[in-house]
């Protein structure tokens, strides 16, 4: 079945830095990749959507200028949490859509914690 | 806004006995739902789309509109089944999919 990777699988930072985190299809070309959050012992929330080529679509309440989407090529999409506190932290999934069935496949998630 | 809901956050029965894991959705349109399911130390992974009415590991689940339920069912519970279960629906916008809305799953314990 199609993959999807995240690096890195797990961080920790101080609080005011910034955060990149990528997600890649490994053996499909995505034009649409999403991104999830997941609080301890909740579902995940869609954050947003990303397209390749285009501004990323996002969901309401969450701060597009905080949390910062580039989908730059069809394998490869990064969320950048910019000036990260500590309510910041939180395990961060994206997924890829294949082209043909779009079904969504999962990365295995990043574990981001702000100190 | 669309919704799912999943009454169970907890359901434990014995192996060999049925499992039916409940999921009801609140969307005035057309959705398309989901099952998927996250083992251990593992990613989600999909079960089942209610569009391929497909069985898996003999998992079936059947739309019900009338109801807006989706209700996952298998008759006789392995051990492996154990895991945590999410029911998801996605909302087609402008012709493309879109991103997924979760419940918020149940976790499914397979006693020997």
């Known amino acids: 079945g199609a993959v999807v990777s995240q690096h890195p699988s797990r961080v920790i930072c101080k609080s005011g830095t910034s955060v990149k985190i990528e997600c890649r299809s490994l053996?499909?070309?995505?034009?649409?990749m999403f991104w999830y959050r997941q609080f301890p012992k909740q579902s995940l929330m869609l954050m947003a959507t990303?397209?390749?080529?285009?501004?990323?679509?996002?969901e309401q309440g969450v701060e597009k200028d905080k949390f910062l989407i580039n989908h730059a090529s069809l394998t490869l999409s990064t969320l950048t949490v910019t000036s990260a506190h500590p309510e910041d932290s939180s395990f961060y999934i994206c997924?890829?859509?294949?082209?043909?069935?779009?079904?969504?496949?999962f990365g295995p998630g990043t574990r981001l914690l702000v100190l | 806004a669309q919704r799912v809901t999943q009454p169970e956050k907890l359901l434990s029965v014995f192996k060999g006995a049925p499992v039916e894991l409940k999921c009801n959705y609140s969307y005035s349109g057309s959705p398309e739902l989901f099952w998927y399911v996250q083992y251990s130390r593992q990613r989600l992974q999909l079960l089942l789309r209610?569009?391929s009415r497909e069985s898996i590991k003999g998992f079936t689940a059947d739309l019900n509109k009338g109801e807006t339920s989706f209700h996952l069912k298998k008759p006789f519970a392995q051990e492996e089944d154990s895991a945590m279960y999410y029911c998801?629906?996605?909302?087609?916008?402008?012709?493309?999919?879109?991103?997924?809305?979760f419940g918020k799953g149940t976790h499914l314990i397979i006693q020997p």
């Open positions: 209610h569009i």
């Open positions: 990303s397209n390749e080529g285009s501004k990323a679509t996002y």
């Open positions: 053996d499909f070309q995505a034009t649409t």
């Open positions: 998801a629906l996605s909302v087609r916008a402008g012709g493309g999919a879109d991103g997924l809305t």
């Open positions: 997924s890829a859509r294949e082209p043909v069935g779009e079904t969504q496949y």
